[in-house]
């Protein structure tokens, strides 16, 4: 009661005429900007073409978002165990639900490049103060978190922010930031929407000279995806970076949001789209960007799909 | 009367089948061919990276299309003041509604050049001498337009034609002439739909080494649009040239053309969409191309929304 | 009779729970990847640029997939004579309905190159065995099929399966292969939709240093598609390739998945739609992609309307 009170004050009168009713919970998320060691290729080949990578081609030191706990006492993990995804790229999966307001508690510990940086999201209500986005002249410290400061950025989740939406740096180095993969997914459900059984985030972005899927390239090194035949599944898509590609996945089919029957689909800069399927086909499937230049540079992975338990 | 009673002779029966209702109103414009010397840089900086660009970096002689009254006795600005853009590019906001003739009488004035040019207008319909493309052998004189020659452009608004679609010259020189800005956008209307409060039309095309929209690079030399709370407000997006882009404006979503809530949004070469909502963010935002080479090259912009008058 | 039972025992029972119910036909395609000498520009000029190219700039030897009789007694048109489709890309149009079996028997004829090729499909149901994907380690002989041998395709058109789909070489050496022009179309229909009149094959994918459409460049090479006032036309476009496309025709306009009304529509690697339309405009049309270097580069072809029959 008292935080609803609280965060009411914060936002002011004049956002809340466009926010959901405050029926909503209050999510905290703790999220700090920090520098790790990066291998694109951890087990250095791509399996399909035969090909070697010494580590020096595949090993960078780079800044991502990693999710803490409560006043980012310790790093937990950025997306649920058992999913599939790497541990550090995409950055926290920021789940909510329409009606909901998310506080994002944000420290910058990059220490090692000693830049500033930021968080943008896509998808949601927020004031100009949580945009994020770095305007000289314009832009408050939102859009300009200076090493070892913080930022809370004040978020609604209105019933036109169900859907998967990208999150991401837009400090003054957000071009070399995002590049090194400071992004992450905000997952956000209608008010009584049922939850998947699985949730796969897949962000395509180029890093140097590789195609990655959530900071990896190729089969081996990419995400595995697992599920069961019966599962809901879900996956969370989107693209970084400056070029266009096609979300393929083997096997299987679905409704865009037009209702229309693709297996194929475009996804841009920024954009982003929810595909939603209840599994029926045992095996293990390709999924890439079909995009022959990004195949070819490490946008592939497997999905497992176990026959139904009996 | 007499007019309609003369463009039907014109038009001929068999594109009549095609064309709704005669109820529609009969609007000329008057537009010719100039050419201009154009600065994508007035201010000559990047404001958001801190960089400088001499004029000889920014400045380049071109041709565009530029409104004028009836018989080309005067020029015109191309969108109505206080739009935001800028005056020679886009070239005149051709707008009709469904049921709609327009006659777009045109004038080659390139004799800096010495050209050809033409106009080829999307999403109406017309017979092929109107269609303004150069096919040698096939196409007549709509398709190549000499300097100080004209053609008129017969062309029928349908049910089908609303929405905002492109024109642009598709003469023996297209390529040089779309690169250097003779393109503009018409913006049709249902018979009886509510005509926006605002309209921003909104043009990403390359420029030399520079990515613009409607001709301007970077914050400050972009279009400033301006709205307030309350206003119900349209963008009219395309894209020229040979990329595509990601089209995304801060703290907003829209309802696409599927129904679908996005805030970021793919347009291809020629491609067109309208965006359209009731205001309710007051603040300054930036819309931008989401593809980072882009922004970083100048495809970015502010929009102001002033609060609801009290 | 016969032939249904051995399939259902083939297929198993599991991918029968999710295939329509067991009315619809089974039909059979002979297919086998034959190398050919190709020239993309056989009147070895671009029309409208007014350029000519030399014999040695436009022809190479490839491998492309081509239709045959039972057992690859003799081979036969791909598409059927009259749709202005070249004779050998692309690869047979498979066409069904939903509920409808195809078995796709496929014979490597690549004495040439002497390399692996395969099939996969889009927009079908199949078992993994049918998938056509090389995963060394995973993938079995229905990724790669060599030369001299032979594999069986088995798919089943779902009710999610009616639309126009790609199918193309997915073997260990599918980037040149797709380059080289190893790519079709499968044609779904409802299961009591209506055939259209017309159906148009549109395949963009570069070659070279060309952009084609159906393996050729520029108008004079490209398909010159044929149809008259009153017919049903359907165009099935797909890209193929590294590069997003736009998809546009003259004076025309169809409502897109969303039945939203465009004239030109995005079409990135492996992602594909169908255009239908009443033909109700008379005259000679370009359709073409609209990226500009690409329509510079050969991309562009004609469309010929007749008056209606009197």
Redesign the interface.
């Known amino acids: 009661m008292r935080r609803l009170t609280t965060l009411t004050t914060l936002i002011g009168a004049?956002?809340l005429?466009?926010a959901p009713s405050a029926s909503g919970a209050t999510r905290d998320y703790w999220v700090a900007a920090v520098p790790v060691t990066w291998n694109i290729v951890p087990n250095q080949r791509d399996?399909?073409m035969?090909m070697e990578y010494a580590p020096s081609e595949t090993v960078f030191g780079t800044v991502v978002y990693r999710r803490y706990t409560r006043n980012w006492r310790r790093p937990i993990a950025n997306v649920p165990a058992g999913s599939g995804n790497s541990n550090l790229m995409p950055g926290p999966l920021i789940r909510a639900r329409a009606g909901d307001r998310l506080r994002i508690h944000f420290k910058n510990l990059d220490t090692a490049f000693n830049r500033s940086h930021s968080m943008?999201f896509?998808?949601v209500?927020?004031?100009?103060s949580s945009?994020g986005?770095?305007?000289?002249?314009?832009s408050g410290r939102d859009g300009d978190v200076k090493p070892n400061r913080t930022w809370t950025y004040r978020l609604t989740a209105?019933n036109?922010?169900?859907?998967a939406?990208?999150y991401h740096d837009h400090g003054?180095s957000?071009?070399e930031s995002?590049?090194g993969g400071m992004w992450g997914m905000l997952s956000i459900l209608g008010k009584r929407e049922r939850a998947p059984d699985r949730e796969y985030v897949v962000v395509f972005s180029p890093m140097g000279s590789f195609q990655a899927i959530d900071g990896r390239a190729f089969?081996g090194n990419t995400p595995v995806f697992r599920s069961r035949?019966g599962d809901l599944v879900q996956w969370d898509v989107m693209a970084?970076?400056?070029?266009?590609?096609?979300f393929?996945v083997?096997?299987h089919?679905w409704?865009?949001?037009?209702g229309?029957?693709?297996?194929?689909?475009?996804v841009?800069?920024?954009?982003?789209f929810r595909v939603r399927w209840r599994e029926?086909?045992?095996?293990?499937?390709?999924y890439h960007c079909?995009?022959?230049?990004?195949?070819?540079a490490g946008m592939i992975g497997?999905y497992s799909v176990a026959?139904r338990r009996t």
Chains 1, 2, 3 share one sequence.
Request: glycine share 12%; charged share 15%; hydrophobic share 35%.
């Open positions: 004049a956002s005429l466009a399996a399909i035969g943008h896509h998808g209500h927020y004031k100009p945009d986005a770095f305007v000289p002249g314009v209105g036109d922010s169900v859907g939406w990208p003054p957000m071009h995002i590049e089969v035949v970084m970076g400056s070029e266009h590609h096609t393929h083997h096997g089919r409704k865009n949001a037009m229309v029957d693709v297996d194929t689909q475009t841009g800069p920024a954009e982003s029926d086909a045992p095996g293990t499937w390709l079909h995009v022959e230049t990004h195949m070819e497997t026959p």
